[in-house]
């Protein structure tokens, strides 16, 4: 009896051991939504961070677009200045040597400029500060133009140094005739000149499925695939796994992955070869996003005896009929039996 | 009898070398105190090291609060500054040329602030060194001022970017039901909305116990957890020991665990996603901090299609009774027989 | 029928999954050109990348020699200079007060030695900007040299901390005796100083074979080691691929090897010592850089008891006869049987 | 006859895949010298380097003490601008406005700090240069300023983020009694501050040995550990090679060891805390640096409830008489035909 109970319990605890390691609770297995965005961000939404948390200053200034930080930087500069040029205004401008007093606009625009020559320390002296209150003011704006410029410096390299994957993904992943069977594959290609060494890819399908309860509950499947591992990237890349008996995919038409919410999940890992850092990319093609009997045109061929290659081709694709091996009516159950 | 000794003496190397590595050795096993702090420092106090061991400059200037850092580069500006004044001072205010000469007030604080302008190279110029010896200190400390900032360019980018996993960790671990048996168990979630990838965890308990010479010696255990690893870690994860009979920690009342000066050691390793840097954490979980006959509350639910996760909720706990099979009484002596 | 049909299915993917990984697809199986060249760059050209894909700044500022990277930085500086001077002279050169008015070429340089007072923030002030617009494009020059010298910071830092395997290889690779058979070998040594821990090595070799068919295909060959890992690499170090009978090389001439455009892929990955990054380099022997019957001299000797070292000899070889037993002329069919 | 001589060939291979790895040739095995110092560094001297090979710039300027790195930065300062004093007498000192001009030497040590006042790009401007040549030089002299104040910015991070184990080892290695039997050993502790975590140790012994034809041969023999690896490094470790028959150091005397010119290499690795880098260090001790028959006396102890640790007993040892089991004289031959 005591012995049962163990294995029972063992039995469950295997179960428990089974569950797909993706990171994503049983709790959140209905939600009938996607989990994955397209660009590798996940959808969560999270409440009651503190505000340093929240704000996450670090990683959204190395992250946000060249467009943004400089408009940001330009931003800091003008604002800072003009701070401290209202500052001056405040204590007197007569502080101010050098000025042009000619009137209110030239005192303040000479303020302004005076402190945006502190603030970069060009200091051209034209206008200087004199007396203990402006002398503090414009020690302190000099100190915080060094640190300011110090803080640059790092996020300049920081950005520039981040070990990014920049990889194009196909459109769409294709529902496609392999060799003598079916595959489910997508096509990768390196964005940048740099050269990506030991690339490796995971995939992972999940879908809502029906308990026998009829409840819905979000399964997650890794996909074996053709080939995971490369050891260079010169060129294009197709991913494919091969829709054997065996695969979760085996038989799924688009309707049903539709209706489960299907999402494949991509997690490539590579290391970079400029500065041998370990770099990685996430993608997810939704159901919505497969395309059934269809296949990537070349997008290599070759010219005057040198290997050439088209970026932009790398979403193309031609119709294609599925073999009739794919979804074998009459013997679906059969194979599903010899599936288990 | 050589090959008995040889069995003898290979039987306690043996023996040597199923010590747990945690890196405590023999000899403190009978400490009657905490190994590790929550924060994951260790106890331990370091005696006859050099000066600059002692100072640990840079480690300290990265690891200390963000307050104390800029309050010592403001000291570090405030004091550089005033030494070199007193040095103008000592000189001769005479060898700086356009300075005030109204009082001694006025003389000290324009060669404090043509100090300020040197080490910050901004040389305004309307207070400007004159003679042989002025312009050497004033070149000196324009180079020091060059220098430190290139420290603190330095220390500022290190600050910034150093590999750090923030996890937020329950504030106490529980005793808890866990399918149809009973786990040890904590939950922790990601402080920062920067992804972890590849989280690992390890869990090492240690407590004293008494020898059948009635010597308390401290053994370590590896704990086996339901999971040890996920790819991803976008919301809470609740790590698990599940206590079978084989746990050391099967059977155990609070009692037990204070009296022994339980802990339960928590090493957590992961990929930052920004940077792709490897991080971890360290935890540790006293007797104290265990509750017996808890559940955590759920942290996550849905809301208009979006999976939402409230940080606030994370030690968030309430009772429940604990299984009868964690401590079947009549068959405790039992099972202790079929763990050995 | 079934079964039949699946299993053929499987013998293809058995056989496509087979296909080496070294990342060129089957489809440039025929180019009849270098795929490696002798530096590690790929053969292979990108058409429609992006206009910042193609200019692919960041990595080439890294990688360009350091004479054409000093030859970039003046040009900056002289041409945004030369802009500013232009900026200058348009908006009025009155407006620089302190400027030489004597004609129109002081005027200009005047101007020019401005803009470079302002850009580099040394800012004497003997020329200072009046007025607004003036003082604006003066405060956002000194912002650009601010913005400028932050990244130039980083680049140089960038520059000289890229972990880089600098391996030098000798000029050709031998085929050669070895022990009592024949090896394919190369000889290489660290250029630098810094010491390369934990050196691994691959080795594959790809030529064009005719297929029964007539189609000539390119077929990949990982290459086994005599050692294909040194812990430390303090001296030069002669990589050795015996060819056993079973090495695709057994019993090639030099002849097969021209008219296959054989290859010779080298991959090595270390760390390098003083920051204890993994570094790799990447080299490339065609056919025409190996030599028939030839041993490397030795550059190693002793002399006052200590170990010295000519780099200069990397290169040099000896003629030798090549052992008998490498092609076995009446038994080249028998061990060819062998080898399946 | 050809599978004999296949045999020969194959078992010739595999006593050379056997060699072991270490990444000294078989050429040096008789260089009665020592094989790596104290510190970690190679016995090797380099002939033919290149200019820049030699120099090694970058590498010496991170791992020259910091005395000597701030004793260059601060020759490199007084030089460059000696020399643009030099220069600026040259173009006519009558070209920098504002120069003291009482005499020749007031005249040259204004130039000098116009020099440093530029380098540094403080530009005071009470002198200022005039003229086109005088200005082109200043330029170019705050261009250098702002390039050299990168590097230095870059080399201050460069020398302080270095991932280092600072590991300090005990003055002797010992050849001491250990549970029933003999060990090698020798004690590390980290001299920092910072947690070292996953330490793991690789011990290499290297010693002349007589053939049989009376050559001397160099061997290399890795020594198994009682433990190799600790998860983490609070306290000192007493790294054990224990000394059973198999030991290759099994029923060596001191006098053996000399003869032989025997070395223990030590390989360390370890994660440093702080910023997750993985360092590593390298020693050796020379059989003139073992002792027979002692035993390190401990630096740790409880002290009010807190474990104490003294670094500076380290080293401290104390004769103890070593086990009999050590060289079992009448049973020498016995062992050594067991332990092939």
Request: net charge negative; aromatic share 12%; no cysteine.
């Amino acid at each position: 009896m005591a012995l049962l109970k163990r294995h029972i319990r063992h039995h469950s605890l295997e179960e428990a051991e089974k569950r797909n390691d993706i990171g994503f609770g049983t709790l959140v297995t209905d939600v009938p939504t996607r989990l994955i965005n397209r660009d590798g961000s996940f959808n969560v939404k999270r409440l009651s961070e503190t505000f340093w948390g929240k704000l996450n200053l670090y990683n959204r200034l190395i992250t946000i677009s060249w467009q943004k930080f400089f408009l940001l930087v330009i931003s800091y500069f003008f604002i800072t200045n003009l701070i401290f040029a209202l500052a001056y205004e405040l204590i007197g401008i007569e502080y101010l040597h050098g000025i042009e007093l000619t009137n209110e606009w030239t005192k303040f625009y000479d303020a302004y400029f005076f402190s945006a020559q502190t603030l970069t320390t060009v200091g051209y002296g034209r206008i200087a500060p004199h007396g203990f209150i402006a002398s503090t003011v414009a020690s302190i704006e000099s100190l915080l133009g060094l640190l300011t410029f110090a803080l640059a410096t790092g996020l300049l390299y920081a950005r520039f140094s981040r070990p990014e994957a920049r990889i194009l993904y196909s459109k769409n992943a294709l529902i496609a005739p392999y060799l003598d069977i079916t595959g489910l594959m997508f096509r990768i290609v390196n964005e940048r000149q740099n050269q990506l060494i030991d690339v490796t890819v995971e995939l992972v399908f999940t879908i809502l499925e029906q308990t026998p309860e009829g409840k819905k509950v979000r399964k997650y499947y890794g996909l074996p695939l053709e080939r995971n591992k490369v050891q260079f990237f010169p060129m294009n890349w197709t991913i494919v796994h091969p829709i054997i008996e065996e695969s979760p995919v085996f038989g799924m038409t688009r309707e049903d992955m539709l209706k489960g919410e299907a999402e494949l999940f991509v997690l490539i890992k590579a290391t970079e070869d400029t500065f041998n850092q370990s770099v990685h990319s996430r993608m997810s093609y939704h159901a919505k996003e497969m395309v059934w009997g269809a296949k990537y045109e070349s997008m290599i061929w070759e010219k005057n005896g040198m290997i050439t290659m088209d970026l932009s081709k790398l979403s193309d694709i031609r119709e294609v009929p599925l073999t009739s091996e794919y979804i074998p009516d009459d013997k679906y159950e059969e194979s599903e039996k010899q599936a288990d």
